[in-house]
């Protein structure tokens, strides 16, 4: 078991930034591709970046957001800058049961956090 919380979430402006952190637990959360998806109201979940073997991030996101992992720490971050109102969502921490492909579909993941909103006014 893999136990995942987010935090950081909050209220910005458009063109701010803001660092979303997900904290892993339990059985070794190093060994695993982890990921950001968020979702925005009467939506999907949509893929956002993940580490794995690799880094992957997705068209709207990449230029403008970076993911780091630090395994001493458990921990995942998300740099988000340059935030606009497209953005707003919830924002999910997931993990995958093993290390290597970055998977873009949720239903790949596993583990997952409770989720931290971003919401970006105009």
């Known amino acids: 078991q893999v136990q995942l919380v987010e935090s950081g979430g909050g209220v910005v402006e458009a063109g701010d930034s803001l660092r979303l952190s997900c904290t892993a637990s339990?059985?070794?959360?190093?060994?695993?591709?982890m990921a950001w998806f968020r979702q925005a109201p009467g939506r999907g979940r949509e893929f956002v970046a993940g580490?794995?073997?690799?880094?992957w991030y997705s068209d709207s996101v990449k230029d403008r957001f970076t993911a780091s992992r630090d395994n001493s720490k458990n921990t995942m971050d998300l740099r988000m800058n340059v935030l606009t109102p497209e953005d707003s969502a919830v924002y999910f921490c997931?993990?995958?049961?093993?290390?290597?492909?970055?998977?873009?579909?949720?239903?790949?993941?596993?583990?997952w956090g409770q989720g931290t909103q971003v919401t970006v006014s105009p």
């Open positions: 580490i794995g073997n690799y880094q």
């Open positions: 339990g059985r070794s959360p190093s060994a695993y591709t």
């Open positions: 997931a993990a995958d049961r093993t290390l290597g492909v970055v998977h873009t579909t949720a239903s790949q993941y596993t583990y």
